[in-house]
């Protein structure tokens, strides 16, 4: 109707936000291995499994929102890093949140909103680094930012990845860029 006012998106209070903050870390925790309950990430927040539904209606809701934190840390480190210190930081993400693959897998699908930002948002970040790393002369020329991802895919995920040897397998790819 005409002079009706919409109403206005209500700015969230401090302790809404500081309780969304705890919740994230705690998921970011809990998520760690194999799944983990929604319990145990309100146990660990101290907060009430409410106040967790609150934020996050569905587990997929908070495992979407542990996984574009993770990549908006990784959108900053990107900026900071150099490209070895980025790509072990992107490995651990990848060891750790082994658990949440399974969980995210409905979101994770091609057509998915979800799956193509975040996707967006990490080759953006590698390929800035890629770039960097080029005019500084610490990666050949002919090596794209694709073979990037796909190297750091590979030992994240890859047939036989193991965690504990993916530091010196990254040691080992980024020596073989150096140019000749």
């Not at 750091?152 to 890859?158: E, I, V």
């Amino acid at each position: 109707m005409m002079g009706e006012e919409t109403p206005k998106a209500r700015k969230p209070r401090a302790d809404q936000l500081r309780n969304r903050e705890r919740l994230l870390e705690a998921a970011r925790e809990v998520f760690r291995g194999e799944g983990g309950s929604l319990e145990e990430v309100a146990r660990r927040a101290e907060l009430g499994i409410g106040t967790l539904y609150r934020h996050f209606p569905t587990r997929e809701a908070l495992f979407q929102a542990v996984y574009a934190r993770e990549v908006e840390v990784l959108e900053r480190r990107a900026a900071e890093d150099g490209l070895k210190d980025w790509m072990q930081a992107v490995l651990q993400m990848m060891a750790t949140k082994k658990g949440m693959v399974a969980a995210l897998a409905p979101v994770f699908e091609p057509e998915s909103s979800f799956f193509s930002d975040q996707s967006l948002r990490i080759r953006a970040a590698v390929a800035a680094l890629h770039a960097r790393a080029v005019e500084e002369g610490a990666v050949r020329p002919d090596v794209t930012s694709d073979d990037l991802m796909r190297v750091l895919m590979a030992l994240g995920y890859g047939p036989g990845a193991d965690p504990a040897r993916a530091d010196l397998l990254l040691e080992v790819f980024l020596d073989g860029l150096r140019p000749r």
